[in-house]
Nanobody
Framework: QVQLVESGGGLVQPGGSLKLSCAASGSIFSINTLAWYRQAPGKQRELVAVTTSGGQTNYADSVQGRFTISRDNAKNTVYLQMNSLKPEDTAVYYC??????????????????WGQGTQVTVSS
């Protein structure tokens, strides 16, 4: 139905930058919400940033002013630009998409899917 493929993770030094991408594909009719979450070892998954189809964005306090979420609706892709990275940003980052897909009968149904996750490591 819908697949999410992430890219852009890696190893970066403190103070550095990375840009994550997440492309959605499949029988997508519309995407309402696109979000990035992260999960560090031994911790619960937490919301990092979210963007809605109306253009609203929201960030976790810990990344406000350093991370920027954006979306390209034509490509069904969401990005996360991460600047001034800190060791505590180290985690597996997951994208999440919520919207509607088209069925073979022509109807539309809600979906909520996760990407496979991409590792971000901030270390000197």
């Amino acid at each position: 139905q819908v697949q999410l493929v992430e890219s852009g993770g890696g190893l970066v030094q403190p103070g550095g930058s990375l840009k994550l991408s997440c492309a959605a594909s499949g029988s997508i009719f519309s995407i309402n919400t696109l979000a990035w979450y992260r999960q560090a070892p031994g911790k619960q998954r937490e919301l990092v940033a979210v963007t809605t189809s109306g253009g609203q964005t929201n960030y976790a306090d810990s990344v406000q002013g350093r991370f920027t979420i954006s979306r390209d609706n034509a490509k069904n892709t969401v990005y996360l630009q991460m600047n001034s990275l800190k060791p505590e940003d180290t985690a597996v980052y997951y994208c999440n998409a919520e919207g509607k897909y088209s069925t073979d009968s022509g109807s539309h149904k809600w979906f909520n899917y996760w990407g496979q996750g991409t590792q971000v490591t901030v270390s000197s």
